[in-house]
């Protein structure tokens, strides 16, 4: 038998380095003894170091979750956790288990503890409260008393390391003491109870506590179930549990039994004060009035997912007017028309087709944005014929308004809005049409359409046919502004 | 008005923030001050410094700037028609009372919320002065959560998302009939607006500059809202619906929901009920189911308000009993997903040991299963359901045992 005695501090770093040594000897886990710190030691243990069962020699070999798994479990409480990550460790690197198989006794308890340390140092890093000392330097001194369950003083303490860099700290157990001065992290034995002198920020804790607390909800098990009741005695709050618990149902009844009270005097004037001076009415019929009213419109169901209404922009003079088909992602969060990838696509193709988007009027044939939600993403769908329908009222009034000479329809849904029918687009684009009304009107492809086109060579051709397009819109508006 | 201490303060406007359910400390740019030049880290997962007996979570100061208040939100404590005492914190003690609960270790942070006095832009500048004076002068580096009122100025918006991890703006009623009825003040359209706007802030923070520097960072923690459940007619359907709207338009972190709870002095236009704790802990199911499970709104809420007797997947699973038993060693994980009692964790763990061998029966527990609630839906080595699946009263194994109502 092998008899290892690990340190009270230090513990998990010196049975790594115990481990390595015993696995190169080669030496089964039944041959071995661990204690931690002082003890009597094992009674039958005889004494003598010499292993009697010597196998061969194993180098450990662990990934990264497994070790950092292993040494969580080895701060547990249960003084078999030596042995037992021990025996787990010889038999991974020999290949006999498999990290993760929850199937394998010694895999899951140890999987268990390490949950169980990590659940410990969590709630210690939660219920650890601090004291003011008196402090004759800068940094201000604090200190607190806490009783982890498990031997996690030296794993814990770190993180309030990193979160109280600018003071100094302790954090007394009744095993270890953690010290924290002049930015060095330090670890004692503890030698005597802390005891800690008051302090007055506690009672507006205490008051914050009481007060934060709706009796109208009371869950004492949601409450327990989360801070157990063995860390009560250091929290500084816990002590106004029972009376609140025991008082609260009297609140909420009082509260539910309460008849509504009439308004203070004051709430008329206050409201009065604020109320917002009448808003600006734009006169009926301008484009102010136009856009105003296109932003409240519910005459079909998609104003209700979207964000806003896009209206179009451009000067009210405009001699072209660009319709696509309607707001995308981008769109309905900014407010304007054409600002994401398909937008982008049209800016650049336009440039360069000698058609520059400041001297057109760009909208949409649908204002508000159509799609279905998919998690944190909008995916596009194409607005229906009764949507277009619906839509078409303020397509029509931004018409009258800017009484464009030539009017570019993008994509089917804008050549359904203008001229009742969107069918064949392949075979209309860049043909000169008529709306209605007798305006000229110019059949193109939607940019988003050229986004979409996996082929590249597809994608090519009909980016190039889209600038003959826009070439040909900005020809004509040259030509008729010529002619003026 | 006599001068009111700093503990009755605390009171007045701790007692006035408690309605707001939400208190994650969790996510967003990681900091601390190992350098000894500051206060505080962030970034990990949250830690819950203490629980109220209601259950709920206490982990950063949720505090009111002040409870004095323009606005006439029937739901609403601080409503200006309300007789609740009134008390408003300066500046310095906002800073003085988050700095020194940080150092005690009793708070991750601050989570300041307001009444709206004068205009919004006055209340919110005050907010923003507050939350750049903990990370200016005081060299804070905890956690901020910065309530946002939808009509502040850009350039207000733009400083709080400098100085604070998250920003939120509640959206407090499912439906936009509902607000206008209960919050006339507020504008639904406008609180999307918003929303949107930090949605679009957030993500021009993580472009690269010209030069390749990343920008200055905007609400690293991203923003959340609350829904009131109960307090209007909206049915299950209907906040589930916002609710996936909300995180597919504004990429939202999360939507919390909050059961319209009895206030002192209540308003006339709300009945005084106990809070409907069950209907929003079955709401919040819900969500999770929506955000890991891949179910969408109209599958878990179909008949339009949830089952209160059983959880939402189970609900589903009974209702579409054409689906299971789901065979655990060939299932997608789409399908191993929707088995009622199998989390995101033991789909992984199972997913994981189907790579090296069979999975039998027994091995589900240990990989975190609920067979309670799996064992009708699933066959496994060595286990099959046999008819247990279309069982007629299948459900009676889940609900609550039938209450004899009470003849009074």
Same mark, same amino acid.
């Given at each position: 038998m ?44 005889d004494?003598?170091n010499?292993s009697?069962n ?31 990550a ?7 690197s ?6 993760g ?43 607190a008393?806490?009783? #982890? ?6 794993a814990?303490?770190?993180f ?9 700290? %302790? ?11 002049d ?30 607390f ?7 098990k949601? %409450?327990?179930?989360? %801070?157990?009741?063995?860390y ?11 009376e609140?618990i025991?008082t609260? #149902?009297e ?11 009439s308004?203070?005097a ?6 009065a004060m604020?109320a917002?001076?009448s808003?600006?009415v #734009?006169?009926?019929?301008?484009p102010e009035?136009?856009r105003?009213d296109?932003?409240g ?7 209700? #997912? ?10 009210p003079d ?7 088909e309607?707001?995308g ?31 057109v009027?760009?909208t949409?044939a ?7 939600p ?23 009034h ?8 030539l009017?570019?329809? %993008? ?6 809005? /203008? ?17 209605q009304?007798?305006?000229? /009107? ?6 988003s ?14 980016r ?12 004509f ?5 010529g002619?003026? | 008005?006599?001068?009111l201490s700093l ?64 606005y ?25 009372l ?19 006095i ?5 209340t ?19 956690y ?10 850009p ?7 400098k ?11 499912p ?10 003040e ?7 607006k918003a929303m ?9 923070s ?20 609350q ?6 007619a909206?049915d299950?359907?209907?906040i ?9 338009n ?16 209540a308003?006339k ?6 809070p409907?704790?069950?209907?929003e ?11 890991f499970y ?5 599958e &878990? ?26 065979? &655990?060693?060939r ?6 997903l929707? &088995?009622?009692?199998?989390g ?10 189907r790579?090296?061998?069979r &999975? ?13 609630n ?10 099959s ?5 279309d ?10 045992p ?7």
């Open positions: 092998r008899e290892v005695r690990l340190p009270v501090i230090g513990t998990v770093a010196t049975w790594r380095h115990e481990a390595r040594l015993l696995a190169v000897e080669g030496v089964p886990s039944d041959e071995v003894l661990w204690h931690c710190g002082e003890g009597s030691g094992d009674l039958f243990a004494g003598s010499a009697n010597v196998a061969s020699s194993i180098e450990i070999r662990l990934s990264k979750v497994a070790l950092s798994s292993i040494q969580s479990a080895l701060c547990h409480s249960d003084p078999e956790r030596f042995a037992r021990y025996d787990v460790v010889l038999r991974l020999r290949g006999d288990v498999r990290w198989d929850r199937s394998d006794a010694g895999v899951r308890r140890i999987l268990e503890q390490a949950k169980a340390v990590g659940r410990d140092i969590h709630k210690m890093h939660a219920f650890v409260r601090f004291r003011e000392l008196p402090s004759d330097c800068d940094r201000r001194g604090f200190a008393w806490f009783e #982890p369950e498990h031997n996690i003083v030296e814990a303490t770190p309030f390391a990193k979160r109280f860099g600018d003071m100094d700290w %302790m954090i007394v157990t009744p095993t270890i003491t953690a010290q924290f001065f930015g060095t992290l330090a670890f004692a034995e503890t030698t005597e109870d802390a005891r800690l002198p008051k302090d007055d920020t506690e009672d507006l804790w205490r008051t914050y506590y009481a007060s934060i709706n009796p109208a909800r009371l869950m004492v949601a %409450m327990t179930s989360e %801070m157990p009741k063995k009560w005695k250091n929290l500084p709050e816990a002590d106004l549990i029972p609140l025991r609260a #149902p609140r909420a009844a009082a509260m539910e039994a309460a008849r509504p009270t308004p203070p004051r709430a008329a004037a206050i409201q604020a917002k001076p808003p600006f #734009p006169a009926p019929g301008s009035a136009l105003r296109a932003a419109c519910t005459r079909c169901p998609l104003y209700r #997912p979207a964000t806003q209404a896009v209206f179009g922009e451009g000067p405009a001699d072209v007017m660009i319709v696509g309607q707001p992602d981008r769109e309905d969060l900014v407010g304007r028309p054409f600002v994401g990838p398909a937008g982008e696509l049209f800016d650049e193709v336009a440039a360069s087709a000698g058609l520059h988007r400041s001297r009027y760009i949409n649908v204002k508000h944005f159509k799609f279905k998919q998690g944190k993403r909008r995916i596009h769908q194409r607005p229906n014929t009764s949507e277009i329908e619906a839509c078409r009222r303020w397509l029509d931004e018409r009258q308004l800017i009484r464009p000479k009017i570019v329809a %993008m994509g089917a849904t804008a050549l359904q809005s /203008l001229t009742g029918s969107g069918d064949g687009l392949l075979n209309r684009r860049g043909r000169l049409e008529q709306t009304d007798g305006t000229p /009107l110019l059949v193109t492809l939607h940019p359409y050229i986004l979409r086109l996996k082929d590249r060579a597809a994608a090519l051709k009909a190039s046919d889209f600038q003959d397009d826009l070439a040909a819109a900005a020809s508006y040259v030509a008729d502004s002619m003026r | 008005m006599a001068k503990n009755k303060k605390l009171e007045i406007l701790s007692d006035a923030a408690k309605y707001d359910a939400s208190c994650a400390s969790s996510g967003g740019e990681r900091r601390d001050s190992r350098d000894g030049s500051g206060l505080g880290s962030s970034g990990g997962s949250g830690i819950c410094h203490a629980y109220a007996p209601d259950g709920r979570c206490i982990s950063l100061l949720k505090i009111l700037m002040t409870n004095f208040c323009i006439d939100c029937a739901y609403c404590i601080n409503r200006v028609s309300s007789q609740v005492q009134r008390a408003r914190f300066s500046v310095e003690e906002v800073v003085k988050t700095i020194e609960f940080y150092r005690r270790n009793y708070i991750e942070g601050l989570f300041l919320s307001s009444g709206i004068r205009s919004p832009d006055d919110m500048v005050d907010m923003v002065r507050i939350a750049r004076t903990l990370r200016e002068a005081e060299n804070f580096r905890g901020i959560h910065l309530k946002t009122i939808p009509d502040a100025a350039e207000l918006i733009d400083e709080a998302g100085w604070a991890d998250r920003l939120s703006i509640n959206i407090e009623m439906t936009e009939a509902g607000l206008a009825k209960l919050a006339p507020k504008n639904g359209r406008e609180i999307r949107g706007d930090v949605r679009l802030r957030r993500e021009a993580r472009e690269k500059t010209f030069r390749g520097r990343a920008k200055a960072k905007f609400a690293p923690a991203g923003q959340s809202t829904i009131i459940v109960g307090a209007d909206a299950d359907r209907a589930l619906d916002q609710s996936s709207n909300l995180y597919a504004y990429a939202l972190s999360r939507v919390y929901y909050s059961a319209f709870s009895p206030i002192p002095d308003s236009v709300l009945p005084l009920i106990r409907p704790l069950l209907r802990h079955r709401l919040y199911q819900a969500d999770w189911l929506l955000r891949g179910f969408d709104a109209g &878990v809420a179909s008949k339009g308000m949830l089952d209160l007797d059983v959880d939402p997947k189970l609900a589903w699973a009974l209702e579409h009993r054409g689906a299971f038993p789901v065979d &655990v060693n299932a997608d994980r789409e399908m191993l929707r &088995v009622p009692g199998f995101t964790k033991t789909v992984q763990r199972l997913l994981a040991a790579r090296h061998r &999975v039998r029966y027994e091995d589900l527990k240990p990989m975190g299963a609920v067979m309670k799996a064992a009708a839906f699933i066959v496994a080595d060595g286990w359901p046999r008819g247990m699946t069982e007629a009263a299948l459900r009676n194994r889940f609900a609550p039938p209450e004899q109502l009470s003849l009074i």
